[in-house]
C-alpha cells in the first residue's frame, strides 16, 4: 500500500512568492495534518483538516492556508514567502481525529526560500 | 504555554547498551504520549503510543514509561544497535490530535 505522498519533493522560491503544496493521504485516512519543521526542531502544527473541514489551526500566520478535496488530499498554501519560512514542510494522515491516533507522516516538501 | 523539553544534546552510547530519553511536558495533561523516530531528511515514524493510565508500554526492545506527577516520560532502546541511531521525538497530546512535538534528541549508537 502507498504511503503518504507529497509533492513536489523541493522547491526554491523567492521572496514575495507564493507556493503551493500537496499531499495524498493514505487511502481511506480522512484526517490529514500539516507540520513545519525547521532545522534542529520538532515539526510544529500548522493546520489539521478532518472531512474537508478544518479542525485545527496552530500559530501561523494569514499567509499560510490551507484545504482538503473529497478525496482527502490536501494543499498548503503560502502567500508572501519570507526567508524564515525556508523548512522542511511534512503532512501527516490519519484515519480520523483524537490522540490516539497514529499519525503517518509523508516524506515532505524541502522548501528554500531566497 | 504548552512547553516540551528534550535534551537537545545527542546521546551518544556504545552497541548493545540501553539507550534513555527524556521528555518532559509542562502547563497541560496529556490523555496520550507518542513517541516518533525520524531519519535525516525523512518524516517521522510512529514508534509507540502510552495512555496516561498506563504506567509502561513495551514493543520488542523499546519501553516507554510516562509518569504524569513528574509530566515525564522515559524511552528505553536495550541492546542498542547502530542502526538505531536517528533522532527520537515526542509529542504529547490531548483528547484531539493536535500533536505537539518536542525538538527531539539525537541518538548515536556506535559499533
Known amino acids: 500500500d502507498a504511503g503518504v505522498t507529497q509533492s513536489p519533493t523541493h522547491l526554491i522560491k523567492t521572496r514575495g512568492q507564493h507556493v503551493t503544496l500537496r499531499c495524498s493521504p493514505i487511502?481511506?485516512?480522512?484526517?490529514v495534518s500539516w507540520y513545519q519543521q525547521v532545522l534542529g526542531q520538532g515539526p510544529q502544527f500548522i493546520f489539521q483538516?478532518?472531512?474537508?473541514?478544518?479542525?485545527g489551526r496552530g500559530n501561523f500566520p494569514d499567509r499560510f492556508s490551507a484545504r482538503q478535496f473529497p478525496n482527502y488530499s490536501s494543499e498548503l498554501n503560502v502567500n508572501a514567502l519570507l526567508l524564515g519560512d525556508s523548512a522542511l514542510y511534512l503532512c501527516?494522515?490519519?484515519?480520523?481525529?483524537?490522540?490516539?491516533?497514529?499519525?503517518?507522516f509523508g516524506p515532505g516538501t524541502r522548501l528554500l526560500v531566497l | 504555554s504548552q512547553k516540551i523539553e528534550q535534551n537537545s544534546e545527542a546521546l551518544n552510547i556504545q552497541e548493545g547498551k540501553t539507550a534513555t530519553l527524556t521528555c518532559n511536558y509542562t502547563?497541560?495533561?496529556?490523555?496520550?504520549l507518542q513517541w516518533y523516530r525520524q531519519d535525516p531528511g525523512r518524516g517521522p515514524v510512529f514508534l509507540l503510543l502510552i495512555r496516561e493510565n498506563e504506567k509502561e508500554k513495551r514493543k520488542e526492545r523499546l519501553k516507554v514509561t510516562f509518569d504524569t506527577t513528574l509530566k515525564q516520560s522515559l524511552f528505553h532502546i536495550t541492546a542498542s544497535q547502530p542502526a538505531d541511531s536517528a533522532t527520537y521525538l515526542c509529542?504529547?497530546?490531548?483528547?484531539?490530535?493536535?500533536?505537539?512535538f518536542g525538538t527531539g534528541t539525537r541518538l548515536l549508537v556506535s559499533p
Open positions: 483538516y478532518y472531512e474537508k473541514e478544518e479542525r
Open positions: 502547563n497541560y495533561s496529556p490523555a496520550y
Open positions: 487511502s481511506g485516512h480522512k484526517s
Open positions: 509529542a504529547p497530546a490531548t483528547g484531539f490530535q493536535k500533536l505537539v
Open positions: 501527516a494522515s490519519s484515519l480520523a481525529l483524537g490522540g490516539e491516533e497514529t499519525q503517518y
